[in-house]
């Protein structure tokens, strides 16, 4: 070997550790991972939003799930502008398949699972992180508020963290929200940050269905997480009023959420701690059964769905007669009515108690409005009233003035000091004789 050879081996190696020493001083906290379809109206203001994340110590990882429109183009734009960007290109094979995919090519020690048209607030990442490594949890959760699309209003809710239901202390254990282990949060990934562990551990992955592919995750993840955490602040705004959001067109794909609900339980069905989560998940299964029949748009999905779950589900996952059992007693009544009518039965009493609750809100809203007005009356009278009071007030104030005029016109009067001095003399005569005395 040359001397030559043998110092270019030497810089090589030097080369190699210095490398390695960076990469270990530039250690991913978090892995941002953002599932991607025709997203050109939001992706740019999306990017800002993370790429604007005061938790610097992070990668985003775009995975473009075969966009047609300039989504592609953007994405690599938007890669050469911040080495912590990876942008990585599939088929068209749905948000699941790509949340998969960039989850294979992280390495963030904790990861987020983030939409392409919602708003992160620029502390997001950073809270969240700090809480999960405080906690030493296997997921932490954060509320989120609605941003609506059309308006330009944030709209606050409490739908994506029940905080009713879990222990006030964090963080806090599965065996300490067992009954209500898949209720006290929603299914959607993005306001939840896990650890990798977690994931891999337990090899969790999304579905590789059109929608509703993130159920099977998180439930899944719920139900093999020990740790769970939260913090209080709301730092993400979902979107609404839009039409290009990844869960629209549930009557295209009616069978989604029975996929996603079906690879769940045979997953978790014989798994140890079943039984103590059963209640939850059960209550669970119902109430998306009934959402999604709520928002197909066609009878034929509505059908479908309809007889899945009349015939098979309820069946199969022997679900109990006990009405303890039920969260939720409409949910509980409709489930009863199931047993006894057709798909078309059922959505003509649903429609019609519908009606029924539009017929109550609205004699609501009358009462209210009818309630309004007379507290308007009542109010307008008593504004009268007070106007009335102030112009006394200040009649009596103009009266005080003229009268301490008065009086400090007759104090000064020559009449006034005579007859101060007059009736002052007789006061020092009998204190003097009082004296001799």
């Given at each position: ?70 989504t592609r183009e953007i994405l690599e734009e938007i890669s050469k ?12 094979s749905f948000a699941g398949a790509a949340r998969n995919y960039g ?185 998306a059964c009934f959402y999604f029949l709520s928002v197909q748009t ?140």
């Amino acid at each position: 070997m040359t001397k030559d050879s043998l110092c270019a081996i030497i810089t090589n190696d030097k080369n190699h550790f210095k490398r390695r020493d960076n990469e270990m001083e530039k250690e991913v906290k978090v892995s941002v991972i953002v599932p991607v379809y025709n997203s050109e109206a939001f992706i740019r203001q999306t990017a800002e939003y993370i790429l604007g994340q005061s938790l610097k110590d992070i990668e985003i990882i775009f995975v473009d799930d075969g966009s047609t429109d300039k989504t592609r183009e953007i994405l690599e734009e938007i890669s050469k502008t911040d080495d912590r960007v990876k942008v990585l290109h599939q088929q068209n094979s749905f948000a699941g398949a790509a949340r998969n995919y960039g989850f294979r090519e992280s390495s963030g020690k904790y990861l987020v699972f983030w939409d392409a048209d919602d708003i992160f607030l620029p502390e997001a990442l950073e809270k969240m992180y700090d809480k999960i490594v405080e906690d030493d949890a296997d997921i932490c959760i954060c509320p989120a508020d609605y941003y609506d699309n059309e308006t330009g209003k944030v709209l606050k809710n409490n739908v994506y963290i029940k905080y009713d239901m879990i222990p006030e202390k964090t963080p806090f254990l599965k065996k300490d929200v067992e009954d209500v282990l898949f209720n006290f949060s929603t299914n959607v990934p993005w306001n939840k940050m896990y650890k990798r562990e977690l994931i891999i551990d337990n090899n969790l992955e999304f579905q590789q269905i059109q929608r509703a592919n993130d159920n099977y995750f998180v439930m899944t993840a719920f139900f093999y997480a020990n740790r769970f955490t939260y913090i209080n602040e709301s730092v993400i705004q979902y979107r609404i009023n839009l039409s290009t959001s990844l869960i629209g067109g549930n009557s295209k794909t009616p069978l989604c959420v029975y996929e996603a609900y079906k690879k769940t339980y045979d997953r978790i069905k014989d798994e140890a701690g079943f039984d103590k989560v059963r209640q939850s998940f059960l209550n669970k299964a119902m109430r998306a059964c009934f959402y999604f029949l709520s928002v197909q748009t066609k009878f034929e999905s509505y059908e479908v769905l309809y007889n899945k779950y009349k015939d098979e589900v309820f069946k199969e996952w022997n679900y109990p007669e006990d009405k303890e059992f039920y969260y939720n007693e409409k949910d509980y009544n409709r489930y009863q009515r199931m047993k006894e009518s057709t798909a078309i039965e059922f959505m003509v009493c649903e429609y019609q108690g519908a009606i029924n609750e539009v017929r109550k809100l609205k004699n609501s809203r009358y009462q209210l409005r009818l309630k309004n007005d007379r507290l308007k009356d009542k109010n307008d009278r008593l504004r009268e009233k007070n106007e009335k009071l102030k112009v006394a007030k200040e009649n009596l104030k103009a009266q005080v003035s003229r009268l301490k005029a008065r009086i400090a016109e007759i104090e000064n009067s020559t009449s006034f000091k005579i007859g101060k001095a007059i009736t002052y003399l007789p006061g020092l005569i009998k204190k003097a004789i009082k004296g001799k005395k």
